[in-house]
């Protein structure tokens, strides 16, 4: 096994393997839409050009809080207002009244950016029923490192 081994990061399709905390992390913007459910992790380039047209209060927190949500369609480029990212926006800010206002670094409610880590550990288990063709979508494997919600800590989700 790769897990705990000092050389690879392997998640293990679950339990966040420590050998991950030496790699370079990047962030996944993720949604804790039920109690029993994996995270949702949404398409990061897509949050990142949401985030960047809303976070035009200068706070740079990563969330849609304050005025942002008003002022997004007037914030966002033209050639972008009729793209998937209004839609997206809706998601993010659904998720985090839904999370009842909870608040932590880059996290409001049910909604945050967590780090995360390539990882060759689950690429197999993605479902090819579900996968959208190459052309129109590119998946990644990811082991994330949960430290907003905790779902899964201690246990692998397989």
Same mark, same amino acid.
């Given at each position: ?28 913007? #993720? ?16 949050? &990142? ?7 035009? &209060?200068? %706070? ?9 949500? #008003?002022?997004?369609?007037? %914030? ?17 800010? #659904? ?19 967590? %780090? ?43």
């Amino acid at each position: 096994s790769a897990y705990k081994d000092g050389q690879i990061c392997d998640c293990e399709c679950g339990i966040w393997d420590p050998d991950c905390d030496i790699s370079e992390f990047s962030q996944v913007a #993720a949604l804790n839409t039920e109690e029993d459910m994996p995270l949702l992790l949404l398409d990061t380039e897509q949050a &990142d050009v949401t985030m960047i047209s809303m976070d035009i &209060d200068g %706070n740079r927190n990563m969330v849609i809080d304050g005025k942002e949500d #008003a002022e997004f369609t007037r %914030n966002l480029e033209p050639t972008l207002v009729e793209s998937v990212l209004p839609g997206l926006k809706e998601r993010i800010v #659904a998720a985090q009244v839904a999370g009842h206002g909870t608040k932590g670094d880059k996290r409001l409610g049910s909604f945050a950016w967590l %780090n995360a880590v390539q990882s060759r550990g689950c690429a197999a288990m993605l479902d090819a029923q579900l996968k959208l063709p190459e052309a129109l979508a590119s998946y990644k494997s990811v082991c994330v490192k949960d430290v907003q919600f905790k779902k899964m800590q201690g246990s692998a989700s397989g």
